[in-house]
């Protein structure tokens, strides 16, 4: 009874020993195993009048639903980032970065990166959807927001509109004929 007393504990350690081993050789690996993006850095770039990259500013944002950030979200953050330093901005355009290689394709894109592209240009404003990502990269993941400085102004001078009204009102509101001459036949 005994002797089979230690083989089954020898047996179970031996039964944990390589399981603990595989896990320690695979944590190295965890890294690039595609998973969820929850988190996106969200950039908010302002353009002034002139045309000039004004501020950049940065922002880390958590999404309230894996690898999608909604139009009430987008929403949101343009009513919190459309005005700074008491100028009022207009969103220009709108770009997601969005890294999605997977794991056999990282070695491809070491070598030639011209070959992948990740910027997306945003046309409506819609919910933007994320592939997802290998944990190296997830911090890359990213929104840009382009703003563009509104000019009071330019915003204050509108085209008047001119009103014609004719100066005798009941002679315009009648048809006005014109009299044929009457032809006498050959």
């Known amino acids: ?4 007393a230690t083989n089954e504990s020898e047996f179970n350690e031996l039964d944990v020993a390589w399981a603990t081993d595989f896990e320690n050789k695979e944590r190295d690996y965890n890294t ?68 999605d290689l997977k794991p056999i394709e990282v070695k491809k894109y070491i070598y030639s990166s011209e070959n ?22 997830d911090n890359l993941n990213s929104i840009f927001f382009i703003y563009y400085e509104i000019n009071k102004k330019l915003n204050n001078k509108k085209t008047k509109k001119i009103y ?4 005798n009102s009941k ?8 009299l044929l001459k009457h032809t006498a036949p050959n």
Request: proline share 2%; aromatic share 12%.
């Open 32 to 99: 690039l195993y595609q998973d969820k993006v929850t988190k996106i850095n969200i950039y908010s770039l302002y353009v002034n009048t002139n045309c000039v990259l004004d501020k950049v500013k940065q922002d880390k944002y958590d999404l309230e639903t894996p690898n999608c950030l909604t139009k009430s979200e987008i929403l949101a953050i343009l009513k919190n980032k459309k005005q700074d330093d008491g100028l009022n901005y207009k969103l220009i355009s709108l770009l997601k970065y969005n890294i």
């Open 164 to 167: 014609i009204t004719p100066q």
């Open 171 to 178: 002679s315009s509101r009648k048809t006005k004929r014109k």
């Open 116 to 137: 992948y592209g990740f910027l997306d240009n945003i046309s409506e404003l819609q919910d933007v959807y994320f592939y997802d990502t290998i944990t190296m990269f």
């Open 1 to 4: 009874m005994e002797q089979t």
